[in-house]
């Protein structure tokens, strides 16, 4: 069984700054892109980042040059650097892991989310 857990949401200012973790843990023997997603209330869920397992990054427009995505592939974790951080930007962020290979199966995997709260 995979897990993603998530860590190190909280409450922020405007303007400060987090980083989110995520770690999968499992049999697992490669996981393809794994990345971010936030869901504000009322609204969808939404794409803020991704990386694929050679390192290559995708960033919604609305965050580039703020975020930052990185990933440890031996750890199979991921994480999410915040930089000046904005309230419109208050949600529960997931993360995602997309092809996660084990001995049973190839599938995709989402945490149970973290809270980011920024205030204004």
């Known amino acids: 069984q995979v897990q993603l857990v998530e860590s190190g949401g909280g409450l922020v200012q405007a303007g400060g700054s987090l980083r989110l973790s995520c770690a999968a843990s499992g049999s697992i023997f490669s996981i393809n892109a794994m990345g971010w997603y936030r869901q504000a209330p009322g609204k969808q869920r939404e794409l803020v980042a991704t990386i694929t397992n050679r390192g290559m990054p995708n960033y919604a427009d609305s965050v580039q040059g703020r975020l930052t995505i990185f990933r440890d592939n031996a750890k199979n974790r991921v994480y999410l650097q915040m930089n000046s951080l904005k309230p419109e930007e208050t949600a529960v962020y997931y993360c995602?892991?997309?092809?996660?290979?084990?001995?049973?199966?190839?599938?995709?995997?989402w945490g149970k989310g973290t809270l980011v709260t920024v205030s204004s």
């Open positions: 995602n892991a997309d092809k996660v290979s084990t001995p049973r199966s190839i599938m995709d995997y």
